[in-house]
């Protein structure tokens, strides 16, 4: 079963809105939420990051969430580092910082995402020469780890090895994909939901979800849509 729209995108345009703790609660959010709770991410740690701090985010645990989208912005996930940008930019979990937050923004926009490059953008007109001169130092830190030229190669390698785990027939022992969720059952060895979504459009199994080049440009199909994200408002009481 597959997993509907990213919640990335979903939440990029909350979290550039003071209207996003009530965003939060929404029946969409949550939904999403609980798809993600039943998506497979065996060998994906890009998407072990962003689903677990999309999940801390969401009950404002903001230490927590930063700290897996760290994991996940290791592995090449870009609505991970975007998150963290945004996180920066409204302080949360972090003080405040508009040099970071534009940094780790410039850094999720480096494959051209229209969402994340609007984003960046407005934040990059509100800093003054000063600042974006630290702002380019920071980003060449922080590529030199986190970038794709340093992170996609890693991310690749998880996933031939996930893939070199898969029985030949696939009619035996399946390597986990029945436990849920997989990062925490598939050690505990209690079974889990039988209820498997997976972001790849033909299924789990799918050379899109472990051919490294396949996954990164089914990754970018999904993550070129286009969501209009405004300036911070303030909240009206």
Same mark, same amino acid.
């Given at each position: 079963?597959? =997993?509907?729209?990213?919640?990335?995108?979903?939440?990029?345009?909350?979290? &550039?809105?003071?209207?996003?703790d009530d965003s939060m609660e929404s029946d969409r959010v949550?939904? @999403?939420?609980?798809?993600?709770?039943? @998506?497979?991410?065996?060998?994906?740690?890009?998407?072990?990051?962003? /689903?677990?701090?999309?999940?801390?985010?969401?009950?404002?645990?903001?230490?927590?969430?930063?700290?897996?989208f760290e994991i996940g912005a290791y592995y090449a996930d870009k609505p991970s580092q975007i998150? =963290?940008?945004?996180?920066? +930019?409204?302080?949360?979990?972090?003080?405040?910082?508009?040099?970071?937050? +534009?940094?780790?923004?410039?850094?999720? &926009?480096?494959?051209?995402?229209?969402?994340?490059? &609007?984003?960046?953008?407005?934040?990059?007109?509100? +800093?003054?020469?000063?600042?974006?001169?630290?702002?380019?130092? +920071?980003?060449?830190?922080? &590529?030199?780890?986190?970038?794709?030229?340093?992170?996609?190669?890693?991310?690749?390698?998880?996933?031939?090895?996930?893939?070199?785990?898969?029985?030949?027939?696939?009619?035996?022992?399946?390597?986990?994909?029945? /436990?849920?969720?997989?990062?925490?059952?598939?050690?505990?060895?209690?079974?889990?939901?039988?209820?498997?979504?997976? =972001?790849?459009?033909?299924?789990?199994?799918?050379?899109?979800?472990?051919?490294?080049?396949?996954?990164?440009?089914?990754?970018?199909?999904?993550?070129?849509?286009?969501?209009?994200?405004?300036?911070?408002?303030?909240?009206?009481?």
């Amino acid at each position: 079963m597959r =997993i509907g729209r990213p919640l990335a995108l979903l939440l990029l345009a909350l979290a &550039a809105t003071a209207q996003a703790d009530d965003s939060m609660e929404s029946d969409r959010v949550k939904s @999403t939420l609980r798809d993600m709770d039943k @998506t497979s991410t065996w060998y994906h740690d890009d998407l072990f990051g962003e /689903f677990a701090g999309f999940r801390y985010y969401a009950q404002k645990r903001y230490a927590e969430a930063l700290h897996y989208f760290e994991i996940g912005a290791y592995y090449a996930d870009k609505p991970s580092q975007i998150s =963290i940008g945004l996180m920066y +930019l409204k302080g949360e979990g972090v003080s405040a910082d508009a040099v970071q937050a +534009l940094a780790w923004m410039d850094l999720a &926009a480096e494959r051209g995402y229209p969402a994340y490059v &609007a984003a960046r953008d407005r934040v990059a007109a509100t +800093l003054s020469a000063e600042e974006l001169s630290r702002v380019a130092v +920071l980003r060449e830190h922080l &590529a030199s780890r986190y970038g794709d030229a340093a992170a996609k190669p890693r991310l690749a390698n998880e996933l031939r090895e996930g893939r070199r785990q898969m029985t030949g027939s696939r009619a035996g022992f399946d390597n986990g994909v029945r /436990f849920l969720p997989l990062d925490v059952l598939a050690h505990s060895g209690q079974p889990g939901s039988m209820d498997v979504r997976t =972001i790849c459009p033909q299924g789990f199994w799918d050379a899109q979800c472990w051919e490294p080049d396949q996954y990164f440009a089914m990754r970018d199909r999904q993550l070129n849509a286009t969501v209009e994200v405004g300036p911070p408002q303030e909240k009206q009481k």
